[in-house]
């Protein structure tokens, strides 16, 4: 009867040794102070960014607003401005290189990057994972740049 009485006891040391060894590796403590959230990225809201990127010879600007809820970004609206001719770069923009075939190629590709960079960043939540599209090079930087304005705004 000893011999079982010491045997449970120890079986249920055991056990206790073995539960709490388990606890102590999974506990973690986070440390918030108010109502921060220590494990949030970004705030809610609608942040913008505005850049030029590395063409600043050229008259464009690119401005990308972010709208973000619960660490998600939801909404991402992105374009570019002649500030000289004060239009929009947009599917109609290639009308002031009239007979330059390569320039209007050029400016169809860019419209094609206005258009799908946004909808990249909402599908992947991530600027480093959206990739630029083949002839849609400076639309990817100026966008790339405006959007890491706005998402450091976001911080």
């Given at each position: 009867m000893e011999r079982s009485v010491v045997i449970l006891k120890s079986i249920v040391f055991g056990l206790i040794i073995l539960a709490s060894s388990f606890y102590s590796g999974r506990e973690r403590t986070l440390n918030v102070s108010g109502d921060q959230d220590t494990l949030r990225k970004y705030q809610d809201g609608t942040f913008s960014g505005q850049s030029r990127y590395r063409y600043t010879d050229e008259p464009y600007w690119g401005t990308v607003s972010v709208t973000i809820k619960n660490d998600l970004i939801t909404n991402v609206f992105f374009s570019i401005r002649d500030s000289a001719l004060h239009e929009p770069f947009d599917s109609i923009y290639e009308k002031h290189f009239q007979g330059n075939d390569l320039y209007i190629q050029q400016c169809r590709n860019d419209w094609k990057g206005v258009q799908s960079?946004?909808?990249?960043?909402?599908?992947?939540?991530?600027?480093?994972?959206?990739?630029?599209?083949?002839?849609?090079?400076?639309?990817?930087?100026?966008?790339?740049?405006?959007?890491?304005?706005?998402?450091?705004?976001a911080k």
């Amino acid at each position: 009867m000893e011999r079982s009485v010491v045997i449970l006891k120890s079986i249920v040391f055991g056990l206790i040794i073995l539960a709490s060894s388990f606890y102590s590796g999974r506990e973690r403590t986070l440390n918030v102070s108010g109502d921060q959230d220590t494990l949030r990225k970004y705030q809610d809201g609608t942040f913008s960014g505005q850049s030029r990127y590395r063409y600043t010879d050229e008259p464009y600007w690119g401005t990308v607003s972010v709208t973000i809820k619960n660490d998600l970004i939801t909404n991402v609206f992105f374009s570019i401005r002649d500030s000289a001719l004060h239009e929009p770069f947009d599917s109609i923009y290639e009308k002031h290189f009239q007979g330059n075939d390569l320039y209007i190629q050029q400016c169809r590709n860019d419209w094609k990057g206005v258009q799908s960079y946004p909808d990249s960043l909402i599908k992947y939540q991530d600027l480093s994972k959206v990739d630029a599209i083949s002839g849609a090079t400076w639309a990817y930087n100026i966008f790339k740049a405006s959007a890491e304005i706005a998402l450091e705004k976001a911080k």
